[in-house]
T-cell receptor, first 108, second 118 residues
Framework: AQRVTQPEKLLSVFKGAPVELKCNYSYSGSPELFWYVQYSRQRLQLLLRHISRESIKGFTADLNKGETSFHLKKPFAQEEDSAMYYCALKGGNTPLVFGKGTRLSVIA | GAVVSQHPSRVICKSGTSVKIECRSLDFQATTMFWYRQFPKQSLMLMATSNEGSKATYEQGVEKDKFLINHASLTLSTLTVTSAHPEDSSFYIC??????????????FGPGTRLTVL
């Protein structure tokens, strides 16, 4: 079965501080991992996916197969990063399975 | 990226009535559409997956007779909540993906529809 775990419901950090949003997954095959972001009153949008290995808005995420993790990191948080972040997994042709989400609050 | 729209964005209805929510892919052909439900402060839960021209595949625990899904064309899917009850009040989000083009198999999300059943 596919499962995504985001252990933190809420994460508060000060502006300029490093951010790490945790995500662990369970899947027997080779999954595709994603981070989606939902800003206030906006739709869900793709932030990054592990296969592209790029940095978006300063965020990066590395797939660690040994630890089955895909943590999202940013060295210096900005106020505009405050949003709901969802880690998601896709196995083969199956739909995305989402974690419960972490609300990031960046304090000025 | 590709654009997915939903209509209406918000609907209030009386208990016992039926409500139809439309999901459209505006600039691509969506071979597959997904319907999710999101309760307040909770994650998205997949309700069903539909491929154009085929019957939808429902997730365990989702009543297919209550949540009717139609995917008659490559740009439109509808979700009809039949005989709605207050516990059906939720945020319904559709997602669409295509099996062709540069965004192959990526899911694009609509803005969601907030349903309130009185």
């Amino acid at each position: 079965a596919q499962r995504v775990t985001q252990p933190e419901k809420l994460l508060s950090v000060f502006k300029g501080a490093p951010v790490e949003l945790k995500c662990n997954y369970s899947y027997s095959g080779s999954p595709e991992l994603f981070w989606y972001v939902q800003y206030s009153r906006q739709r869900l949008q793709l932030l990054l996916r592990h296969i592209s290995r790029e940095s978006i808005k300063g965020f990066t995420a590395d797939l660690n197969k040994g630890e089955t993790s895909f943590h999202l990191k940013k060295p210096f948080a900005q106020e505009e990063d405050s949003a709901m972040y969802y880690c998601a997994l896709k196995g083969g042709n199956t739909p995305l399975v989402f974690g419960k989400g972490t609300r990031l609050s960046v304090i000025a | 990226g590709a654009v997915v729209s939903q209509h209406p964005s918000r609907v209030i209805c009386k208990s016992g009535t039926s409500v139809k929510i439309e999901c459209r892919s505006l600039d691509f052909q969506a071979t597959t559409m997904f319907w999710y439900r999101q309760f307040p402060k909770q994650s998205l839960m997949l309700m069903a997956t539909s491929n154009e021209g085929s019957k939808a595949t429902y997730e365990q625990g989702v009543e297919k007779d209550k949540f009717l899904i139609n995917h008659a064309s490559l740009t439109l899917s509808t979700l009809t909540v039949t005989s709605a009850h207050p516990e059906d009040s939720s945020f319904y989000i559709c997602s669409a993906s295509s099996k062709s083009g540069p965004s192959y198999n990526e899911q694009f999300f609509g803005p969601g529809t907030r349903l309130t059943v009185l």
